[in-house]
């Protein structure tokens, strides 16, 4: 019986070593996680699947998809704005007509200026006027005489002046535009409330900058006529896009 038991032992023990127990192997440390954004605002947390997106070729691919679509959205967008655009319907030609005037039309700078200003007391303005000071309205740009008549070109006088004189604006107003134009020179344009425009060529210097407002008789520029492009100064007054003569719009007298 004793050898029986014996045996018994010496088969247990063989058999643990060929086969351990599982509570003999160390188990893992488990580290819970901390919880997600999603867990803590009551949804189910967002677990990514294994080896999906991470590659360079899937994430090339997924790029490539996303600019095919929306090329393809573009091109529907296009075409059927170019489809309305066609139709002669009367729902679309109201829109077509206002988008048209709304980008040919100059924008009225001068008339919002002068509500503003009607409104509130002061003109609109990024850079307030530095100068409070009373100003009359200026009968010419600068001091001189007219020396080409409206009538000999149809579109502007020509102002001649003996020394350098500042060039004033006749009418209050907004500039916009301050540069070098290729026929007329460094200019100057000014918009005013009436949705007219006075035209200011062949300045030696420009002293306003675009979109300031400027006053009656405000100083836009110098003319000095040793350096400048030309002996004279031109001067235009346009507005509905026609050409208005200077001399009968501010009552100048001419030379003799």
């Given at each position: 019986m004793k050898k029986d038991v014996r045996q018994i032992r010496?088969?247990?023990?063989?058999?643990?070593?060929?086969?351990?127990?599982?509570?003999?192997?160390?188990?893992?440390?488990?580290?819970?996680?901390?919880?997600q954004e999603e867990e803590?605002?009551?949804?189910?947390?967002?677990?990514?699947?294994?080896?999906?997106?991470?590659?360079p070729s899937s994430r090339r691919e997924s790029f490539a998809v996303t600019l095919i679509l929306k090329g393809i959205l573009a091109g529907v967008l296009f075409f059927g704005v170019?489809?309305?655009?066609?139709?002669?319907?009367?729902?679309?030609?109201?829109?077509?007509?206002?988008?048209?005037?709304?980008?040919?039309?100059?924008?009225?700078?001068a008339s919002v200026n002068a509500w503003y200003q009607n409104k509130f007391g002061s003109p609109l303005?990024?850079?307030p006027n530095q100068e409070e000071t009373e100003e009359l309205p200026a009968v010419l740009p600068v001091n001189g005489t007219?020396?080409?008549?409206?009538?000999?070109?149809?579109?502007?006088?020509?102002?001649?002046?003996?020394?350098?004189s500042e060039v004033v604006a006749v009418e209050d107003g907004t500039?916009?535009?301050?540069?070098?134009?290729?026929?007329?020179?460094?200019?100057?344009?000014?918009?005013?409330?009436?949705r007219s425009k006075s035209i200011?060529?062949?300045?030696?210097?420009?002293?306003v900058y675009q979109y300031q407002?400027?006053?009656?008789?405000?100083?836009?520029?110098?003319?000095?006529?040793?350096?400048?492009?030309?002996?004279d100064i031109y001067f235009a007054i346009q507005k509905n896009n026609q050409y208005l003569d200077p001399v009968q719009v501010m009552q100048v007298d001419e030379q003799p």
């Open positions: 010496k088969n247990i023990a063989k058999r643990k070593k060929e086969h351990p127990l599982s509570h003999s192997v160390p188990d893992k440390q488990v580290v819970a996680p901390f919880p803590k605002h009551g949804y189910l947390p967002f677990i990514p699947s294994q080896g999906q997106g991470t590659s170019s489809m309305i655009h066609q139709l002669d319907a009367d729902w679309v030609e109201r829109p077509k007509q206002w988008t048209t005037q709304a980008f040919s039309e100059e924008f009225p700078f303005a990024m850079v007219v020396s080409q008549s409206f009538q000999s070109n149809g579109e502007a006088i020509r102002i001649a002046a003996n020394e350098k500039v916009i535009f301050a540069g070098k134009k290729s026929d007329t020179g460094k200019t100057v344009i000014v918009q005013h409330a009436d200011y060529g062949y300045l030696t210097d420009i002293d407002f400027i006053g009656d008789n405000h100083v836009i520029g110098q003319f000095d006529p040793v350096e400048g492009e030309k002996q």
